[in-house]
């Protein structure tokens, strides 16, 4: 995969998240949309070794200091 596809996969993630804001509450939309790019990360970390998590996580509209798969225990 190309930078151009992880912005592509992002920019995805960022919209569908103010989709769901005009029908969930933040809970709802901030717990299934987590999991969603927790997953990813994973992913697309084993495909690339080089991929910037804290990086994608900005671009998906997440804040990667306060979500808590950043820091796995």
């Known amino acids: 995969m190309t ?5 592509l996969i992002a920019r995805a993630i960022n919209f ?7 029908h969930l509450s933040n809970k709802e939309m901030g717990a ?3 999991r969603v790019v927790e997953e990813l990360v994973k ?3 084993n495909e690339n070794p ?3 998590r804290s990086k ?4 998906c509209g997440l804040n990667p200091v306060e979500d808590e ?5």
């Open 3 to 7: 930078k151009k596809d992880y912005v």
């Open 16 to 22: 569908t998240r103010f989709e769901l804001r005009q």
């Open 32 to 34: 299934g949309v987590d």
């Open 43 to 45: 992913e697309l970390q």
């Open 50 to 52: 080089r991929f910037n």
């Open 56 to 59: 994608f996580i900005e671009a």
């Open 69 to 73: 798969f950043m820091n796995p225990e």
